[in-house]
Nanobody
Framework: QVQLVESGGGLVEPGGSLRLSCAAS????????MRWYRQAPGKQPEWVAT???????SYADSVKGRFTISRDNAKNTVYLQMNTLKPEDTAVYYC???????????????WGQGTQVTVSS
């Protein structure tokens, strides 16, 4: 089975930085596109950023210029560098990935359990 595990969340003051990590493990042939989502209390889930298998990136307007998504294919890991954090960034951050399992030609979509990011003075 394939698993995604996020780490790096925590409490940070406004203007601070955090780096989230999400590592995929299991019977993996290839990790394709990877994404970050977040869900703030009382709000709908929000897409944050995507990194394609070839390295192309896209960002939600709310984080553009402050967040950077990257990946280390050797480690099957995606990162989210979050700078100049604002209270509105407070949310549970979820990793999402399209993964081709060993022996398959089709991508399956997987979610991590989430990591809490709290931005507060």
């Amino acid at each position: 089975q394939v698993q995604l595990v996020e780490s790096g969340g925590g409490l940070v003051e406004p203007g601070g930085s955090l780096r989230l990590s999400c590592a995929a493990s299991g019977s993996i042939f290839r990790v394709n596109h990877m994404r970050w989502y977040r869900q703030a209390p009382g709000k709908q889930p929000e897409w944050v950023a995507t990194i394609l298998s070839g390295g192309g990136t896209s960002y939600a307007d709310s984080v553009k210029g402050r967040f950077t998504i990257s990946r280390d294919n050797a480690k099957n890991t995606v990162y989210l560098q979050m700078n100049t954090l604002k209270p509105e960034d407070t949310a549970v951050y979820y990793c999402n990935a399209d993964i081709i399992n060993s022996g398959s030609v089709l991508s399956n979509n997987y979610w991590g359990q989430g990591t809490q990011v709290t931005v507060s003075s």
